[in-house]
C-alpha cells in the first residue's frame, strides 16, 4: 500500500522541488516547471499562465495526471469546474463569465438550471440541555413529576424514571424570571418573562392556554389565591424596573383578557425578592440589606383598585442571601446572611419591626454552621425545622426546639435551592452543577436524581473552550470534561470556576446523561481549604481523544500548585511549574467505565520540568494516538503486550494485558530556527483521513516570516515537507478535508491545498477576533463536503462579542449558512455519520446545525457508507489508491452497525414522549433508510 507521502512527492505533478521552503508559490511552480519531465507542451502552457494569474489560484490538470487518477463519475466529472486558458488569453475580460460556465467531457450543464439549484437549506434544530436557573423547582401535590425552569423553557420531569416526558419551549428571546402552578387547577402552569409576559400551559399536555402581554420589565414574582373556595382567582405580585432606576410592586389578576395592573409601592431600593403569604395580605420584599413588610385585610383584594398596604421598612443588621417565611397571622421570618450566620425571626411584627406602640424589638435567634453564604433555607412543613444549604456542599438540618444539628454531607456542589414538597415528605435540593435530587425527609434517600449538562458556569471572564467529543460508533453520545465541583475560587483576575477533571457521557438524543466518571484527582469528600485560605484546585482535562473503533480513549490532564506554595523551592521554576499525565483508558464493556489502563507522568519535558502538552490527535484507523508538546518535540504512543514474568491474570485468563509505550519522536527544533531552551506557545495538528499524514502547525519563528506547516509521516516519524507562508498569527485548530488542510489562526482561516500547493483565505482579520482565539472554532465534515466556522466581532456600540457560525461549501468556499449564536460556542463538532454539526454553547446547550437534502441526496446515491463519509474527497483518491486503505476498517465497522441497528438505533430504547423534535427524527429515519 503507497503512502500519501509516496503519491504526492514522486507524482510529476507534485514532485518536491528543491527550492528553499520560504519561496513563495509563483516561484514553487517555476520550479515545478523546470524539474518536471512528464509533462508537455500544453501543461507548461497551465504553468506559465497559473504563475501569471496567481490571483485566481486555480490551475488546470495535465494530460499526464490523468493516467494517474481514477475515473470519475458523470455526478463527479459534473461537479469540477475547468476554465478554458485560450479564452482567457486573448479576451481578459471575459474571465469572470468563463468561470461561471462548468464543461466537462459529456456533461454540459447550462447556465439556467445552475440558478435553478438553491443553496442547500441549513437550519438549526431544537435546542438541548441548559442551565438551570435560580428560580425554585416545583414538585407536584403527587410528587410524580417535577417542574425545573430553564432560560427558554420548562422541563417537565417524571420522578419516577428521572426521565424528561416534555419541554414547554418559550418564543425566542423570551427570558423565564418565575413559575406557578395555578392555585385553581394544578395542571394549569403560569410562566413569567423578563419582558413582561404571562403565559399560561397545560403542563401535562404542553399546549399554550392564554398569553398575556405587558410593557414592564419585570425582576421577580409571586403568586397568591384569593376568594373561597369554587370561586377562587389568581393576583400576581411582581417586582418591576421603572424610569429613574427605582422598582415598583404591582398586584394584576390573571384570568381578564388584558392585565391591569395596580401600583402598591415604589421605592428607591432595588429590590430583587418578593414573597406573599395569608392570601396576599402579607407581601414581603427585600433587596438583601432592606426589608418591607406589607399587611392589608383581605376585603380589599376584590376590588384592586381601592386596595390599600401599610409598609414597613427595617434596615437588616447582615446583608442577606436567602428568606423563607411561614404563617399568616403571626408571621416568622429566617434570613440567611452572605457571612454564613442565619437570623430567626419569630412573629416579625414584634421582633423585627416593633410594636405600634413602641416597644423594643427583640434580639433574633442565631443559627452559624456555614463557613461562607447560606445560599437557601426552608421552614419544614411543621416548623419545627430549618433547612438550610451553602457552598460547603452540605444540607443542614436544624432542629428549632434542641438545637441540634443534622448534616446531609459530601454533595457534589454547593446547594442553590431547597423546596419542601406539599406534603412535607420530599426535599428538592437543586446543586450549583446543574443536577437536582429528591429526597424522602425521613431517611434522606434520593427518590429521583436528574443530572443535566454539567458545564462550567459563565464568570463573566472570557469565554474559553470546553473540551468534547462525538462517540465514534455512538453518534448520539458526546464526551465533555466537567469539573467535579462547581466551586468557584478567587484569584487576581476575579472569580474562577473550577477545573474539568470529570468526563460526562451524555445523550443528546435522549437529553439525558448517561454516566459520570474522575479523570484525575478530585476533592469531593476531603477538605478543600488550605492552611491559608486558598482553595486546592483539581487538574484540569487540557485535551481528550478517542480512537475510531472507541476501545482507547487518551486524556491529558494538568496540574500546577499556588505560586506561593513552591516559591520556597524554587523561586525561577515557580510560575512554571506543573504537573502534567497523559492517561490511557480502555474501553470495559462489562461496567460501561474506561478502566485506566498507563499513565505517564511528564510525556514532554524541559530541563527541570514537566512542558505543557499543546495537541493530541488520534490516528485514524489504527489504535495509536500522537501529542506535540511545548519542548517542540512530536512523540508517537502506541500499545503493547504487557509482560508479567509468565504470570496470567486471575479475572481474564485469555486476554491480554496492554500497556502504552512511546514508538517514535519527531524533533521540531531544527525546524523552527530558534533557541534551544525557548517553548512553543501554542501549536495544532491533525492527522489527515486515511491517517498516513500527520500536520503540524506552528506559529511564526520571526516577525519576517510567516506560519509554519509540517507534513510529518505518521508511520516513519519523520519531517517530509516543510511550507511557510500559509497562514498569519499563531494556530489555533486544524483539520484535513480531503486534500486541503483547514488551518485556524488569530488572523485568519485558511484552506492550503496540500497537492496544488495554493493558499486560499477564507477569512482575514476583519471577520476574527483576534484577541480571544478560543472564539475561533472550526470542524469539516466530509459527508457534506463542508466547512463550518465560529468567530466573534466586537460590537460597535454595546462593550460585548456578537457571535455567528458560517457554513461553506468545500468545493467553493462559498457561504451557504450564516446566522448569529445566541450565547458563546465553546466547542464544535462535526458528526460524520449524519453530516451535521453540533455546536456547544456557553449556556450548556447543545443544538444540531444540518443539512436534510445534502444528508439525503448522498444516502440515496449510495455513495457513502461509511462513518467519516469519504465521498472520493480523502486523500487516498486525489493519489489514485488502489489497495484497501486503513480507513476502510471504519467503512467494516459504520456498515455492520447501520445495519444492526436500523430504526432501532433512530428510536433505541427511549420511550416516545422524551424523543426529540419530528424534524430531527426525519432526518434520522431518512438517512438510516437511503444508507441501508
Not at 425545573?148 to 419551549?169: C, F, H, K, M, N
Not at 394549569?188 to 413582561?196: D, H
Amino acid at each position: 500500500m503507497r503512502s500519501f507521502f509516496s503519491r504526492l512527492f514522486r507524482s510529476p505533478y507534485s514532485t518536491l522541488c528543491n527550492c528553499p521552503p520560504i519561496c513563495t508559490s509563483y516561484d514553487r511552480l517555476n520550479c515545478r516547471t523546470r524539474h518536471s519531465t512528464q509533462h508537455d507542451s500544453s501543461s507548461l502552457r497551465s504553468y506559465k499562465m497559473a504563475a501569471n494569474q496567481s490571483a485566481r489560484q486555480q490551475k488546470r490538470s495535465r494530460p499526464s495526471d490523468a493516467a494517474e487518477k481514477p475515473a470519475r463519475s458523470n455526478d463527479e466529472r459534473s461537479k469540477k469546474r475547468r476554465v478554458s486558458g485560450a479564452n482567457e488569453s486573448k479576451n481578459p475580460q471575459t474571465t469572470k463569465e468563463s468561470k461561471a460556465v462548468t464543461v466537462s467531457s459529456g456533461d454540459i450543464q447550462s447556465d439556467a438550471e445552475a440558478k435553478q439549484k438553491a443553496p442547500a437549506p441549513w437550519s438549526f434544530s431544537r435546542p438541548i440541555g441548559g442551565r438551570y436557573t435560580n428560580l425554585d423547582p416545583i414538585l407536584t401535590e403527587d410528587e410524580t413529576s417535577l417542574l425545573v425552569g430553564l432560560d427558554t423553557a420548562v422541563q417537565v420531569i417524571a420522578t419516577s424514571t428521572s426521565r424528561i416526558t416534555r419541554t414547554i419551549q418559550l418564543e425566542a428571546g423570551q427570558i423565564i424570571v418565575g413559575l406557578n402552578i395555578c392555585p385553581q387547577d394544578h395542571e394549569n402552569l403560569y410562566v413569567f418573562t423578563l419582558s413582561g409576559s404571562i403565559s399560561k400551559w397545560n403542563w401535562t399536555t404542553g399546549k399554550r392556554i392564554a398569553r398575556w402581554e405587558t410593557t414592564s420589565k419585570t425582576i421577580a414574582t409571586s403568586l397568591a389565591s384569593i376568594g373561597k373556595e369554587g370561586q377562587k382567582s389568581s393576583l400576581c405580585y411582581s417586582i418591576i424596573s421603572s424610569k429613574g432606576g427605582k422598582r415598583q410592586i404591582s398586584v394584576s389578576p390573571l384570568g381578564d383578557e388584558k392585565i391591569q395592573g395596580t401600583t402598591i409601592l415604589e421605592t428607591s431600593q432595588r429590590l430583587t425578592f418578593i414573597k406573599v403569604t395569608g392570601n396576599g395580605r402579607v407581601v414581603l420584599a427585600s433587596d438583601g440589606s432592606h426589608l418591607f413588610l406589607g399587611t392589608t385585610t383581605g376585603s380589599g383584594l376584590e376590588n384592586l383598585q381601592n386596595v390599600q398596604y401599610n409598609w414597613r421598612e427595617v434596615v437588616l443588621p447582615v446583608q442577606a442571601a436567602s428568606f423563607d417565611i411561614k404563617g399568616s397571622e403571626s408571621i416568622d421570618l429566617a434570613v440567611g446572611a452572605t457571612t454564613g450566620p442565619i437570623l430567626v425571626y419569630q412573629n416579625i411584627l414584634d421582633t423585627l419591626f416593633g410594636k405600634e406602640s413602641g416597644d423594643k424589638k427583640a434580639a433574633p435567634r442565631k443559627l452559624h454552621w456555614h463557613r461562607e453564604a447560606c445560599n437557601t433555607l426552608r421552614w419544614s412543613k411543621d416548623g419545627n425545622y430549618i433547612i438550610s444549604g451553602g457552598n460547603e456542599s452540605v444540607m443542614v438540618l436544624w432542629q428549632l426546639d434542641t438545637g441540634r444539628k443534622s448534616f446531609l454531607p459530601h454533595l457534589s456542589s454547593p446547594i442553590c435551592n431547597i423546596v419542601v414538597s406539599a406534603s412535607g415528605s420530599s426535599y428538592v435540593v437543586k446543586l450549583a452543577d446543574n443536577s437536582i435530587m429528591v429526597l424522602s425527609t425521613r431517611e434522606l434517600q434520593p427518590i429521583a436524581s436528574i443530572t443535566g449538562l454539567q458545564l462550567s458556569p459563565d464568570t463573566g471572564a472570557s469565554v474559553g473552550s470546553v473540551v468534547a467529543k462525538i462517540h465514534p460508533q455512538q453518534p448520539e453520545r458526546l464526551f465533555v470534561s466537567v469539573p467535579a465541583s462547581h466551586q468557584f475560587t478567587q484569584s487576581q483576575n476575579g472569580p474562577q470556576s473550577a477545573n474539568a477533571a470529570v468526563l460526562q457521557t451524555y445523550d443528546i438524543r435522549a437529553n439525558s446523561s448517561i454516566s459520570r466518571q474522575a479523570l484525575a484527582r478530585t476533592n469531593a469528600t476531603t477538605l478543600n481549604i488550605g492552611p491559608e485560605g486558598t482553595h486546592v484546585i483539581a487538574p484540569d482535562v487540557k485535551h481528550l481523544d478517542i480512537v475510531h473503533d472507541a476501545k482507547w480513549l487518551a486524556t491529558v490532564d494538568t496540574w500546577a500548585p499556588h505560586t506561593q506554595d513552591v516559591e520556597a523551592l524554587d523561586r525561577k521554576a515557580a510560575a512554571t511549574h506543573q504537573e502534567v499525565f497523559l492517561k490511557f483508558w480502555k474501553w470495559d464493556a462489562s461496567s460501561d467505565t474506561w478502566e485506566l489502563v498507563t499513565r505517564v507522568d511528564g510525556p514532554h519535558f524541559s530541563a527541570n520540568h514537566h512542558a505543557t502538552v499543546l495537541g493530541l490527535a488520534s490516528r485514524p484507523g489504527v489504535h495509536e494516538f500522537a501529542t506535540l508538546g511545548a519542548d517542540s518535540t512530536l512523540r508517537f504512543w502506541c500499545p503493547t503486550v504487557k509482560h508479567r514474568s509468565g504470570l496470567r491474570a486471575k479475572d481474564q485468563p485469555e486476554q491480554q494485558l496492554n500497556t502504552w509505550k512511546c514508538r517514535g519522536i519527531v524533533d521540531l527544533k531544527g525546524c523552527l530556527d530558534t533557541a534551544q531552551d525557548s517553548s512553543l506557545k501554542s501549536a495544532c495538528m491533525s492527522f489527515s483521513e486515511d491517517g498516513s499524514v500527520l500536520a503540524v502547525c506552528l506559529p511564526a519563528t520571526s516577525a519576517a516570516n510567516d506560519g509554519l506547516v509540517l507534513l510529518i509521516d505518521a508511520r516513519e516519524c519523520s519531517v517530509h515537507y516543510r511550507r511557510t507562508g500559509v497562514f498569519l498569527g499563531n494556530p489555533c485548530s486544524t483539520s484535513f478535508l480531503g486534500g486541503q488542510l483547514i488551518i485556524a489562526s488569530t488572523h485568519s482561516v485558511v484552506a492550503w491545498n496540500a497537492v496544488d500547493d495554493v493558499v486560499r483565505t477564507i477569512q482575514s482579520s476583519d471577520s476574527v477576533d483576534s484577541q480571544g482565539t478560543e472564539n475561533t472554532m472550526i470542524a469539516v465534515n466530509a459527508r457534506t463536503n463542508s466547512l463550518a466556522i465560529t468567530s466573534a466581532t466586537a460590537h460597535k456600540k454595546k462593550n460585548k462579542a456578537r457571535f455567528e457560525i458560517k457554513i461553506y461549501d468545500a468545493s467553493t468556499f462559498e457561504v451557504v449558512f450564516q446566522e448569529a449564536l445566541k450565547s458563546a460556542p465553546v466547542s464544535l463538532l462535526a458528526d460524520a455519520y449524519s453530516g451535521d454539526y453540533i455546536v456547544l454553547d456557553s449556556a450548556a446547550t447543545v443544538q444540531r446545525l444540518g443539512c436534510l437534502d445534502k444528508a439525503s441526496q448522498k444516502s440515496q446515491n449510495n455513495q457513502s457508507r461509511d462513518v467519516t463519509g469519504q465521498i472520493d474527497s480523502g486523500l487516498s483518491t486525489l493519489f489514485s489508491r488502489t489497495e484497501k486503505p486503513a480507513q476502510a476498517q471504519i467503512e467494516d465497522v459504520a456498515d455492520f452497525s447501520a445495519q444492526t441497528k436500523g430504526l432501532a438505533g433512530v428510536f433505541g430504547e427511549t420511550p416516545s414522549f422524551s424523543l426529540p423534535a419530528i424534524g430531527v427524527l426525519f432526518r434520522n429515519v431518512v438517512q438510516t433508510l437511503g444508507s441501508n
